[in-house]
Nanobody, 116 residues
Framework: QVQLVESGGGIAQPGGSLRLSCAAS????????MSWYRQAPGAERDWVAG????????NYADSVKGRFTLFRDNAKNMVYLQMNSLEPEDTAVYFC?????????WGQGTQVTVSS
């Protein structure tokens, strides 16, 4: 059974940092396209960052490029999103997504709030 569980959200001040974690089970993150999305209140869910299957090629939304880093630990079967220089506009629920065997799987999300 494929399962994704996010953690690491919380409250940060502008300019601060948080690291989100996504623990995967039922498949291997190294063999899947892994992505982070976010959804602010009243807004659509937006893609934030992704990493390719196999070779670790990452891509980022323009709004987070240079501030966020997605990386994968195949040994732990986990994916992370390191978020630096946080801005109030980064406030959202963050979701981990796996594209595996022609299906998409989502975690339950973790809340990130950036506020002074």
């Amino acid at each position: 059974q494929v399962q994704l569980v996010e953690s690491g959200g919380g409250i940060a001040q502008p300019g601060g940092s948080l690291r989100l974690s996504c623990a995967a089970s039922g498949f291997t993150v190294g063999s899947s396209i892994m992505s982070w999305y976010r959804q602010a209140p009243g807004a659509e869910r937006d893609w934030v960052a992704g990493i390719t299957r196999g070779v670790d090629i990452t891509n980022y939304a323009d709004s987070v490029k240079g501030r966020f880093t997605l990386f994968r630990d195949n040994a732990k079967n986990m994916v992370y999103l390191q978020m630096n220089s946080l801005e109030p506009e980064d406030t959202a629920v963050y979701f981990c997504k796996a594209a595996h065997h022609s299906s998409d799987y989502w975690g339950q999300g973790t809340q990130v709030t950036v506020s002074s």
